[in-house]
């Protein structure tokens, strides 16, 4: 199936959310040749955190939402 958007060399922000709606953190990853393993990775380490409700993908470039992963 595989993510939307997962362009290598693309910028993209992911921004964690609690329960609540609030934002908690985020990261910004260049995508590389390995852009899949790279959103694996980035959303293994976001719903690490237990406070982590909900994960937005944006682009960094222009702050696009691409869309979100709710905690599994």
Do not use: K, N, Q
Not at 14 to 31: A, C, K, N, T, W
């Amino acid at each position: 199936a595989g993510h939307p958007w997962a362009r290598p060399g693309a910028l993209r922000a992911f921004r964690r959310y609690d329960s609540r709606g609030h934002i908690i953190g985020g990261r910004m990853v260049e995508l590389p040749e390995a852009a899949e393993a790279a959103f694996d990775r980035a959303f293994t380490e976001a719903f690490a955190d237990p406070e982590t409700a909900t994960v937005h993908v944006r682009a960094v470039e222009y702050g696009c939402y691409h869309f979100r992963v709710d905690r599994p």
